[in-house]
């Protein structure tokens, strides 16, 4: 497996699938081996739990690089190639090798996609910020690339419904094989992620929440076409805004104009950033929590939040846009209709406080993720 980053550089969706995939099929029996950037902490070769992994030397961590691709094939051809039978690019990872498979034949070569550089584009161009059109040329760059390489793997999976869909549609539909093209979506662990927790008292109290108050719940990288904006936006609009405490989960480079923002609305007594949490802690926070609520601008993939409040059984309410799996506790709104939004979370804080029951479907879990995988890379 080739990737930038894992959870141990910073907890992103593309890391967390990745190292849960990567563990995933080692519970399947396969024996993986993980090529990755160097942290501060972690360089060279590593055992971390039960899976080898190498983590390259004296370059940019957790970014692609000329550097990167160079060096991550000259790691692979020097111990690892002789006995792969599959190589796995999370992303672009192994576009430094993709271009030398004539030199692997007995190997098979897979890459999962978590976004396509299309959609990206888009996604900036309607957050109507100036960074995100100064930025917005790489994705296209990136555009060219990928249609110049996808064909060159032999499976293409999308980790979403929106993923596959946007490889039927211009400009991909006539640049990549359609029998290429395989949907595994996204699979959380469901032993984490659960909607049974007895202990939800001494929980509230760890992370200091009211035990009178409803919980709203955001977890997400804090970044301007996440929406988030959008979400403090909604809530502001609450009349009882007293009974309620908002939980925004993450870190990014929107964060100082959120608070701002929270600031500028007198908020902070009820509107809460808590940081960047673990997947472990996240869990925990999602067991108490009422509603979640993610309106995000970006066309996304597969949101692993929306997943795991899911799995936890909170009602969610949700931008549009975003494909996902149909569920009466799914409510689908424009991100940007404020009002119509504060109107959904009102009504939803009003009814009938309700057992949380977990209605995730089985092909959104991590073990039959991995299973699909294993059978896909095998042709069992």
């Known amino acids: 497996m080739f990737t930038r980053s894992l959870p141990m550089h910073g907890l992103g969706g593309m890391e967390v699938v990745a190292w849960d995939i990567a563990k995933g099929l080692r519970d399947e029996g396969c024996n993986i081996k993980v090529i990755t950037t160097c942290t501060e902490e972690l360089s060279g070769h590593h055992l971390i739990e039960g899976i080898d992994v190498y983590f390259i030397e004296n370059i940019k961590s957790g970014k692609y690089s000329a550097k990167w691709w160079r060096e991550s094939k000259r790691i692979f051809d020097q111990q690892f190639s002789h ?47 100036l960074r995100g059109f100064l930025t917005s040329p790489k994705n296209l760059m990136w555009l060219c690339r990928d249609l110049l390489t996808y064909n060159k793997f032999d499976y293409i999976v999308g980790i979403g419904q929106q993923i596959c869909a946007d490889f039927k549609k211009w400009p991909y539909f006539s640049a990549i094989k359609s029998e290429k093209i395989k949907l595994i979506s996204n699979g959380i662990d469901i032993n984490l992620f659960k909607d049974s927790r007895k202990n939800t008292d001494e929980i509230k109290n760890k992370y200091q929440i009211p035990a009178n108050k409803k919980v709203i719940l955001t977890a997400c990288r804090l970044h301007p076409q996440k929406g988030v904006y959008n979400c403090i936006q909604a809530l502001n609009l609450l ?41 472990d802690e996240l869990a925990e926070i999602a067991s108490v929590s009422d509603i979640f609520l993610f309106l995000t601008d970006r ?49 939803l804080l009003s009814g009938t406080q309700r057992e949380k029951v977990s209605y995730i479907p089985t092909e959104y879990t991590l073990n039959f993720a991995a299973n699909k995988y294993k059978r896909l890379l095998t042709s069992e």
Do not use: M
């Not at 599959?86 to 070569?109: C, K, L, M």
């Not at 999962?112 to 957050?127: D, L, M, N, P, Y």
């Not at 989960?249 to 009820?270: I, M, P, T, W």
């Not at 993939?301 to 795991?308: A, C, F, R, V």
């Open 83 to 129: 006995h792969c039978d599959t190589v796995f690019s999370v992303s672009s990872g192994a576009y430094g090798i993709i271009n030398h498979r004539s030199e692997y034949p007995d190997t098979q070569f897979l890459i999962q996609v978590h976004g396509t550089a299309w959609g990206e584009f888009i996604s900036k161009i309607k957050t109507r910020t």
């Open 299 to 347: 066309i996304e993939g597969l949101p692993l939040n929306i997943l795991e409040a899911a799995a936890v059984g909170l009602p969610i309410v949700l931008a549009e846009q975003v494909k996902i799996f149909s569920s009466d506790n799914i409510h689908l709104i424009n991100p940007r209709d404020y009002a119509t939004a504060a109107g959904k979370i009102a009504f």
């Open 239 to 279: 009349e009882n805004k007293k009974d309620i405490i908002y939980l925004i989960a993450g870190d990014g480079s929107d964060e100082a104009r959120l608070k701002a923002l929270v600031n500028s609305f007198g908020a902070q007594d009820y509107i809460k950033f808590v940081g960047a949490k673990s997947r």
